[in-house]
């Protein structure tokens, strides 16, 4: 094993890093905004001019390569993160105007009552509810950048507003009364477009995004590609769509989502994904590597998930020439009493050339 100290941060790299440090945060299992400035830090190290990321969830990653001047490729299988990452990253000088904002606040445009009817009792209070029907009606008006805009505010505005940023429950046991929770969704959204609109900028490099599959990606065309991927724990789960189907719904109005109606947190069927398991997630990790085997591939994964790292170091030096590896100390916002240990990782970047 090589292991790496970090290279300097380059300015450019630390621009990058400050850019990235004002892109809205939403509380996402694995995300790395508390990492962006070390992954900043590589990819400016390793040069080149089009990525992918291929997992991009929050979009925080995708964010700082097109702030480093990558044209930059975002594809997540869930369908939200393609939103945040049109509203942010492709998105290149669209704004939501206070007018639009007032108007989508404002009087519904139609009747419609679905979240109302749907999750009447179980997430947030009945004005939140209305308020969600609401600005969906005047968000299917709207079109291109600016629908992803709302949508993009209007998922951060859920997110924020529901105790600790996950669905997996529906009583106010984290209701500690914090300003996040107090606020109406409303008032959440008016932020939210604020925090969006601020973060748009024009790179001068077209940036594009995919919602599907990994494996249902083209293999050529990018200089480098970061992997993401979920981390197998040896134990328990770490399902996305359990803990997010409400964003998932939100950011399409539920539209070709197949709600259990049996769950009593009226969950989304799950969504399977070989990188969560640990019978599955080597050959996952083994096929990934060899479809960007073109690519510099830059893969984050933690020391508390299987494989291990001399496993994965193995199955890259199969399709790379060069390996490294850079640890990092990195501790995780998630996790309960039980799993607190686990939550003291080490989180590695490993690069292979
Ligand atoms: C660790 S998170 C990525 C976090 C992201 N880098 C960030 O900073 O927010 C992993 C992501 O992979 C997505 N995912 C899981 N399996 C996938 C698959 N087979 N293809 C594409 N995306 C997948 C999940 O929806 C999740 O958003």
């Not at 942010?88 to 979240?115: H, K, M, W, Y």
């Not at 005047?138 to 992803?148: S, T, V, Y």
């Not at 769950?263 to 990934?288: C, I, M």
Request: aromatic share 12%; net charge neutral; hydrophobic share 40%.
């Amino acid at each position: 094993m090589t292991a790496l100290p970090l290279p300097e941060l380059s300015a450019e790299a630390r621009r990058a890093a400050v850019m990235a440090s004002k892109f809205p945060r939403v509380r996402y299992m694995g995300s790395k905004y508390k990492l962006v400035e070390r992954l900043a830090a590589v990819f400016s190290q390793l040069g080149g001019s089009t990525a992918i990321d291929a997992f991009s969830g929050s979009g925080v990653v995708s964010y700082a390569l097109k702030s480093l001047g990558y044209s930059v490729t975002s594809n997540d299988f869930l369908n939200f993160p393609g939103f945040i990452a049109r509203a942010a990253v492709v998105n290149q000088g669209d704004a939501l105007s206070d007018e639009e904002v007032e108007s989508i606040c404002g009087t519904p445009a139609d009747d419609r009552d679905f979240i109302q009817d749907k999750f009447d009792g179980l997430y947030f209070t009945a004005d939140d509810r209305k308020f969600l029907d609401g600005a969906w009606s005047h968000i299917e008006l709207l079109e291109g950048h600016k629908r992803d805009l709302a949508i993009a505010s209007l998922v951060l505005a859920a997110a924020r507003k529901q105790p600790r940023g996950v669905f997996t429950f529906t009583d106010l046991r984290y209701d500690d009364g914090r300003r996040d929770l107090r606020l109406s969704l409303k008032e959440h959204f008016r932020e939210t477009v604020k925090a969006y609109n601020g973060v748009v900028f024009d790179s001068g490099h077209e940036c594009f995004t995919a919602t599907g599959d990994v494996f249902d990606l083209p293999t050529k065309g990018y200089d480098i590609a970061y992997l993401d991927p979920p981390y197998a724990p040896p134990r328990d789960d770490n399902c996305y769509i359990k803990r997010y189907h409400f964003l998932e719904g939100l950011s399409v109005y539920w539209r070709g989502q197949t709600i259990l109606e049996n769950t009593k947190t009226k969950k989304l069927a799950k969504r399977y994904t070989p990188f969560s398991y640990k019978h599955s997630v080597e050959d996952a990790l083994f096929r990934t590597f060899k479809q960007f085997h073109e690519s510099t591939i830059v893969l984050s994964y933690s020391s508390n998930a299987v494989p291990d790292l001399a496993t994965i170091e193995r199955l890259l030096r199969e399709v790379k020439e060069k390996v490294d590896v850079h640890t990092l100390e990195h501790k995780y916002s998630f996790g309960t009493h039980a799993t607190a240990a686990r939550r003291n990782a080490l989180e590695y970047i490993i690069i292979g050339r």
